[in-house]
């Protein structure tokens, strides 16, 4: 139990993104509310959580929100490769767009390399979050990370603006979040 407590609590590689939008993006910044972006690797089952958090914040940010998932795909796989069952919950999202992000070339902008990562910009551009909307790999409930991002669309000050972000690492193609021998899937 000590080995599963442990790997579901150990955060992926933190994100170290621009404090202003990137220009050469080709994700638009949305006109007059804020833009959501999360990364994700298509086959990370820690994710699935990260996408029913942000289900939740869709919902909650109705109107104030516009959100991206961006899938990353190596250069030499498919469109297929990405398209699983994660990109298709992410897609039914009221209000979220989902892209593939070739390369890695969006992930490596905004400075992530970790499945589930979350980046709040405001209207004008300027960072207001970093990190997980989840409080472990895998596990969807409340977390400081989605009370955070609900505080700053409500116009609030969060307890915190950057949180641990818990998930595969995005460059890996053949990741899918390597658990402990002894460990039982929580996802």
Not at 54 to 67: D, E, F, I, V
Request: proline share 8%.
């Amino acid at each position: 139990m000590t080995l599963l407590w442990s790997y579901n609590h150990a955060p992926g590689a933190a994100a170290n993104p621009p404090g202003s939008w990137p220009s050469e993006s080709r994700v638009q910044l949305a006109a007059g509310q804020h833009t959501l972006i999360m990364l994700a690797h298509p086959k990370c089952p820690c994710t699935r959580a990260s996408v029913e958090e942000l289900s939740k914040l869709m919902t909650y940010g109705q109107g104030r929100l516009r959100a991206y998932v961006l899938f990353v795909k190596p250069p030499d796989y498919s469109e297929a490769w990405s398209n699983t069952d994660l990109w298709l919950s992410a897609a039914s999202i009221p209000g979220v767009t989902v892209l593939i992000d070739k390369g890695g070339v969006e992930a490596n902008r905004f400075g992530a390399s970790t499945s589930g990562q979350v980046l709040l910009y405001d209207q004008n551009g300027t960072l207001q979050f970093r990190g997980g909307i989840t409080e472990s790999r895998g596990h969807s409930g409340d977390n400081a990370g989605r009370f955070a991002v609900e505080a700053l669309l409500s116009g609030g000050v969060p307890t915190r603006n950057q949180t641990p972000v818990f998930g595969c690492p995005l460059f890996d193609p053949d990741s899918e979040c390597r658990r402990p021998n002894h460990a039982t899937p929580s996802n």
